[in-house]
């Protein structure tokens, strides 16, 4: 029950809003970032919450493309495909990644490691081609870049060759 | 290469800047917020907005201070300030450089909207995947409010302004701003039916002004160096001041430039981003965003700003220039958006939901050479009975890229088409397009 575990939190998100509605997309945030994806009970749960009926929780957790209602893999990559990555080589990209990792988009590994998820632009163009794995972005991306990042986040769990906070071009010289 | 100087860029290009609030205040931040609090009237900030030209830098280039007088004068309850941080306009990725090394100066511009307008709260709505950036934002704002220039009576003034973080959840029509409006109230993100406008029922019902990232964080400037200052650079009297224009696809050095408007596109595509990458020729721009219809190389000395622009037949929108070189196939080109606007679209209005759908699946049949000629005037037919038909704008984006390539391109259809026919591998799709 998120109200037991996160009660202050749960307050924190409701103080901010003078119509409680409005604490709706934050809440189901703190339900996937629990779970990793939104269950039907953590829906009725909020509904309570909120005041709300079941039906108009899941009409707009529906809505969102960034709420799982279903698991996804703990590592859920996202390439871009829209037409700036592309005219870079994003369905290179995902071709690659398909190979490494024995999927199509919308596929999950057996070993519930990695998702993938060809999805629209995630405003890195200038980037390009890139793609964002949970919280993280990946920008400029090469395929020996790709296989230092997929042994990083099977090793570690992280990779330092996340992005961000951006400037591009940097004022002096640039990045990896 | 010529020089300008920047305005929004400033800080962040000077070396060793973190966006700190102690850097910020190095650099002269929140100077103008002292300047006008309590010592300049809520309306006399509205008439320097105004007097400085300053335009929408989202999208539609809607002028600030006009939105902020249509706020009713009289009205007694809430009122409410609305950070459009939703950047998700394919070719854009301004605000988030904007968010992500200087968060100061737009919670400063923020807090300077809000006074104008009598706003006690404002919300900075931040499109879900910049997860990074609605983190700096909330540290940030933590470290304003420690300081006493967020919350109860800032700096002795009786002003009393809060500032929230509010994340999207992946939905390209929030950026629509009562799309926006009905996501942060926790519903569908579809767009309302205007009038009545969000400057009278906005968020909650209540009087609300929405304001684009980067037109909020002009305002620290426009109140310390004066309306006459801002309105002597770019392109006077309709485009004043700077745009950070972002620049993608093939050029040499993709990124955010930030430029006085009214400079050529040849001047921002062939000297700031370092001309093509490779010998071969531009051959096609989008100058504004995936909204804006395609341009060509003959357009290449139109000044960016919002009127001449306009009269090349496209939109300088969001300031996203995304070019492509000679060998880019321009029907592939106008399917990828057609499948993005089809992904994104809201489902609100029918032209639209459906339009888009039977786009995507004409765009499909052409360009995997099973389309006929006939296809091209459904094409027509479908985009001018989507544009004007909808609720919103998102029905005229979506038709640019199709009418745009047609106009310019029209061969490049035929020839596929040709394919097909000789080819004879003319059959029909199966019903219903996949996402």
Known sequence: ??????????????????????????????????????????????????KLTPPQVYETATFYTMLNLKPVGRFHIQVCKSLMCALVGSDTLIGWIGRKLGIKPGETTADKLFTLSAVECLAACGTAPMMQINDDYYERLTEDKLDRILA????????????????????????? | ?????????????????????????????????RKVLGKVSPSDVTAVVMKSGLRGRGGAGFPTGVKWGFLPKDYQGPRYLCCNADESEPGTFKDRQLIERDPHQLIEGILIACYAIGAASAYIYIRGEFVLGAKILEQAIGEARAAGYVGKNILGSNSTIDV???????????????????SLEGKRGLP??????????????????????????????IMTRGAEWFASIGSPPKSTGTRVFCVSGHVARPGNYEVPMGITFRELIYEQAGGMRSDKKLKAFIPGGASAPFLTPDHLDVKLDFESVAQAGSMLGSGGVTVMEEGTDMVWAALRLMEFFYHESCGKCSPCREGSSWLVQIMRRIVNKRGQMSDLETLTDLCKNIAGRTVCAFGDAEVSPIMSTLKHWRHEYVTLIHAAETANLIRPEPAGAKH
């Not at chain 1, 996160?6 to 924190?12: R, S």
């Not at chain 1, 990083?152 to 990896?176: H, I, V, Y």
């Not at chain 2, 992946?170 to 409006?181: D, H, Q, R, S, V």
């Not at chain 2, 205007?194 to 029922?201: D, G, L, S, V, Y």
Request: a negative charge; aromatic letters at 8%; proline letters at 8%.
């Open chain 1, 1 to 50: 029950m998120l109200q037991t575990t996160h009660k202050a939190e749960i307050d924190d998100i409701l103080s901010r809003y003078p119509v409680r509605r409005s604490a709706l997309l934050p809440l189901l945030y703190l339900a996937q970032r629990e779970q990793g994806y939104i269950t039907e009970s953590a829906m009725q749960e909020i509904a309570g919450i909120l």
């Open chain 1, 152 to 176: 990083d986040l099977r090793q570690t769990g992280a990779s330092a060759l996340k992005t961000g906070p951006f400037m591009w071009p940097e004022p002096n010289g640039t990045r990896q």
């Open chain 2, 164 to 182: 929230w973080v509010h994340r999207g959840a992946g939905a390209y029509i929030c950026g629509e701003e009562t799309a926006l409006l009905e």
């Open chain 2, 192 to 221: 309302r039916v205007k009038p009545p406008f969000p400057a009278t029922h906005g968020l909650y019902d209540k009087p609300t002004v929405v304001n684009n990232v980067e037109t909020l964080a002009n305002l620290p400037h």
């Open chain 2, 1 to 33: 290469m010529a020089n300008y100087e920047p305005i929004l860029l400033k800080n962040m290009l000077q070396p060793g800047y973190t966006g700190s609030l102690a850097d910020y205040e190095r650099a002269g931040g929140y100077q103008a917020l």
